[in-house]
């Protein structure tokens, strides 16, 4: 029992004499303590330069470094003085000459299509004189006219000398175009600045519905302080209806015969209201121009140049009804222009010739059956 343990002592002891070997052999050098007091500093003798005198190397060129002067340009005096203005001519204006007016073309309308695209859109024009048909489209050169515009109904050409016509494909259109196109003189006399006569036929031609209406007044509703105080005149041309009546741009409607145009329900039930009124009936307006409240009076009854527009110069009005007045209008239309068959009548056309169709089949029948 002894025996093991001297030898762990023995092994100890060993280990502890090369631990203290190691540290011995491995421990640093400690370096001796070096003096630290600062040494006197040696000052440097000043350095002896001699003078150059400069002006030498200059004034000999040793380094070849001169050069001469450039020459100052000569400034010049570019200004100009300003020319003497040449003395006003009188301007020369030619003189112009009556207008000369062509002839209308000999052609006829006789067909429109429109397919939503202006360069593809095509009319059939035919010639009165050779009966021939042929295609057009516009920019296309029609004799010595141009075609400018195609539209539904009617075409528009310009010729040569800037003259302007107008062709319908039906006649229909034709008379309406000329009652559109008349002046409001022919439908509203003015007896005195705030008084005025309306041929209510004439009118509603012109105006058929109180859309028209609106539009051709512009009318807008007016504000003030958020509320509606009645309908603004917004368009007033020398060939405008606003014109016609004597109104300006910016008068505000606001009531007629007592009734108020402040809302839609009293607008509608004004228009409902004039509509059913009759000939020899007066309508006071009061509208309100700039802070002057003025009132107008319009009757309703006929106008004698609403007559004699339609009418030839030298007929006689009373002996004529409005259906002889009608007929002469489209006499008159039907001499300047040359219409197309409308569809009632080709539809017209068409029902007689299946009517005499039918009749003709229904008897060669009857002859069969006779002769079996």
């Known amino acids: 029992m002894k ?98 007016f062509l002839e209308p ?74 009652q559109e196109d008349r002046p409001w003189s022919t439908v509203i006399e003015r007896i005195n600045p705030t008084s005025y006569r309306i041929d209510p036929d004439e009118f509603t031609q012109k105006a058929k519905n109180l859309g028209n209406v609106i539009d051709l007044l512009d009318l807008t509703t007016a504000y003030k302080e958020g509320a509606s105080v009645g309908c603004r005149i917004g368009m007033s041309g020398p060939k405008s209806l606003a014109n016609a009546l004597g109104l300006r741009v910016g008068d505000i409607i606001q009531q007629v015969d007592a009734m108020p145009a402040t809302t839609t329900e009293d607008r509608l039930a004004l228009y409902d209201y004039i509509i059913a009124r009759k000939l020899g009936d007066s309508l006071t307006i009061e509208l309100l121009r700039g802070n002057k409240k003025i009132k107008y009076i319009i009757t309703l009854g006929e106008l004698e140049s609403a007559k004699s527009a339609i009418i030839k110069p030298g007929a006689v009005t009373s002996e004529k009804t409005e259906q002889e007045i009608e007929q002469e209008k489209i006499k008159l239309l039907e001499q300047k222009h040359h219409f197309a068959p409308t569809i009632n009548q080709i539809r017209e056309q068409e029902r007689k010739a299946m009517w005499h169709h039918g009749k003709k089949t229904a008897s060669l029948k009857t002859r069969n059956r006779l002769s079996r």
């Open 3 to 100: 025996q093991p343990v001297w030898i762990i002592n023995s092994s100890l002891l060993l280990l502890c004499i090369l631990g203290i070997a190691m540290m011995y052999f491995n421990s640093p050098e400690i370096p001796e303590r070096q003096e630290i007091t600062p040494e006197v500093p040696i000052r440097s003798k000043p350095r002896v330069t001699t003078k150059i005198n400069i002006s030498t190397i200059y004034d000999n060129d040793l380094f070849n470094t001169y050069q001469p002067p450039l020459p100052q340009p000569e400034i010049k005096d570019y200004a100009k003085k300003m020319p003497v203005a040449p003395m006003p001519q009188p301007l020369y204006m030619p003189h112009e000459g009556p207008p000369h």
């Open 105 to 178: 073309l000999p052609i006829r309308v006789t067909g429109i299509i429109i397919v939503g695209d202006k360069q593809k859109d095509t009319t059939m024009i035919t010639n009165i004189k050779t009966q021939e048909e042929v295609s057009y489209r516009l920019g296309s050169k029609i004799q010595d006219a141009q075609l400018i515009q195609i539209l539904p109904n009617r075409i528009i050409l310009i010729r040569s000398n800037g003259q302007q016509e107008i062709l319908y494909l039906r006649k229909e259109d034709a008379v309406k175009a000329e």
